[in-house]
């Protein structure tokens, strides 16, 4: 037979348990959300970069073209623009 002291213990040893997973959990909750917006900021900021360079990289080449690019831009040719692709395939 269980004696008045476990009538105490037990519950108390509950409770304790489910304060400390609560804190604990939360804790790794905000850790993780932290960590999933901070990837998200890096993914961004490495999309802006190559975009940035791919940019940079056709006034580049446009320049080393001279007269020609220009009176390719003055025709409208090549005026079409590839659409952006976030990597996912099209159908």
């Known amino acids: ?3 008045a002291a476990h009538f105490i213990y037990i519950p108390a040893m509950l409770m304790l348990g489910i304060v400390l997973g ?3 959990g939360s804790r790794a909750a905000r850790d993780a959300l932290l960590a ?3 990837r998200k900021e890096a993914r961004a ?3 802006a970069r190559l975009a ?3 940019d940079g990289a056709g006034a580049s080449a ?3 073209t001279g007269a ?3 009176a390719a831009a003055a025709t409208g040719a090549g005026a079409e623009a590839e659409p952006e692709s976030d990597g ?3 159908p």
């Open 52 to 54: 940035a360079a791919q």
């Open 45 to 47: 900021a490495r999309r």
């Open 1 to 3: 037979m269980p004696t």
């Open 22 to 24: 609560y804190v604990l």
């Open 62 to 64: 446009a320049a080393k």
């Open 88 to 90: 996912a395939a099209s």
């Open 68 to 70: 020609g690019a220009s």
């Open 36 to 38: 999933e917006q901070a």
